[in-house]
């Protein structure tokens, strides 16, 4: 590897890591850089993964104080997180390589449909947190969370596989789904997006280190530059301009949708 190359994935590791802590889509600058130098996908993806885990901890604990009282939901949270990702990354080893470059594109395009839909995403979550509040106000029943209990588990579990399979926009996905069932501001609902995005990353990480080939070099350079761009995102993200970040990550899906098409 050239030392313009490494600096490149370096550099991508660093906005990863800010963007995973922010809105969640970091791998969406991480894969198609690697993939672009000429790293075989499934490669890339799994090196990849590897490489966002030391970022997403550092995410995590920059948004420690958001998850103060959560404790016993979190720890469902995650077991279901966890079970996801390691289904996710068995689907990514046993399936075929081909079946991988095959949906890529496909998950590059969803990954950015979902990033450019997140304010309509974050509207509907505000607007349906008004009216629960008006019907709390009316019922003396327990909480979302805890009445949705199973729904919310199954789908933690379901973006766990998506996570462990490829992950692009996971966090997107959980925003969404936490918004819908947890009360709470949003900035607290981020807290634990962090957290269960980065134990799918790590447990399917744990399995790809365990059975597959992983490229610890670019590895590597992904963790440093990941870990300092998720200490970064998560103490300065939240003033950077949302729909710049947004438009960035929409714009890296696409054109890297197109440039997987016409590989």
């Known amino acids: 590897m050239t030392v313009i190359n490494a600096a490149l994935v370096l550099l991508a590791g660093v906005a990863a890591g800010a963007m995973n802590a922010v809105v969640g889509a970091g791998t969406l600058i991480t894969f198609p850089t690697l993939v672009a130098l000429g790293v075989p996908p499934v490669l890339a993806n799994v090196s990849n993964t590897v490489g966002l885990v030391p970022g997403s901890v550092a995410g995590a604990y920059a948004f420690r104080a958001t998850l103060a009282g959560r404790g016993p939901l979190l720890v469902r ?3 279901a997180s966890a079970v996801g990702g390691v289904l996710g990354g068995a689907l990514l080893l046993v399936l075929p390589a081909g079946a991988f470059e095959l949906v890529v594109p ?3 395009l969803l990954s950015g449909a979902l990033a450019a839909a997140q304010p309509r995403v974050a509207a509907a979550v505000a607007r349906r947190r008004a009216t629960a509040a008006v019907d709390s106000d009316r019922s003396s029943g327990p909480p979302a969370a805890v009445r949705a209990g199973p729904w919310l588990l199954a789908g933690v579990a379901a973006t766990g596989v998506y996570g462990g399979y490829f992950g692009a926009a996971q ?16 900035t607290e609902v981020n ?7 980065g134990v799918a990353n790590l447990v399917s990480s744990l ?3 365990a059975i597959a080939d992983v490229d610890w070099q670019l ?23 949302a729909g710049a970040l947004r438009a960035l990550v929409v714009a890296v899906a696409v054109l890297a949708a197109i440039w997987q098409f016409t590989r």
């Open 77 to 79: 949270l995650v077991a």
């Open 171 to 186: 966090g997107v996905i959980l925003l969404a789904l936490l918004g819908i069932f947890i009360e709470g501001e949003m």
């Open 106 to 108: 496909l998950l590059l």
């Open 191 to 197: 807290g634990i997006k962090n957290v269960l995005a």
């Open 207 to 209: 399995l790809f280190i």
């Open 219 to 241: 590895a590597a350079l992904i963790a440093v530059g990941s870990t300092i761009g998720g200490s970064l995102g998560g103490r300065y993200g939240r003033r950077l301009p």
